[in-house]
């Protein structure tokens, strides 16, 4: 199982990022993906989830209405839209698929936001 995230970067506060997370190793589109962030001195928490069809998304209450997750299964491609950035959001940004009895993660994206 590989995953492999891209498109964090530096933006300023109020504009916009696509990460991207690739896939391969695994029967992508018989899996729910979802995406976590760390930032500095905090625990990983949930971002987004996508069930494996991707017609259900679930967010965490602080991205709701600015963040969209979505997949392409024939790309084996998870992305995460994130608008009206925060510098609060800044924090690495993490891929992760559930594969039991296993979890997986990619190497994660870093995502700053400056003031």
């Known amino acids: 199982v590989r995953l492999v995230e891209s498109g964090g970067g530096l933006v300023q506060s109020g504009g916009s990022l696509r990460l991207s997370c690739a896939a391969s190793?695994?029967?992508?589109?018989?899996?729910?993906m979802s995406w976590y962030r760390q930032a500095v001195g905090k625990e990983r928490e949930l971002v987004a989830v996508?069930?494996?069809?991707?017609?259900?998304?679930n967010y965490a209450d602080s991205v709701k209405g600015r963040f969209t997750i979505s997949r392409d299964n024939a790309k084996n491609t998870v992305y995460l839209q994130m608008n009206s950035l925060k510098p609060e959001d800044t924090a690495v940004f993490y891929c992760?698929?559930?594969?039991?009895?296993?979890?997986?993660w990619g190497q994660g994206t870093q995502v700053t936001v400056s003031s």
């Open positions: 992760r698929a559930n594969i039991l009895p296993r979890v997986y």
């Open positions: 190793g695994f029967i992508f589109s018989s899996y729910a």
């Open positions: 996508i069930n494996s069809a991707g017609g259900s998304t």
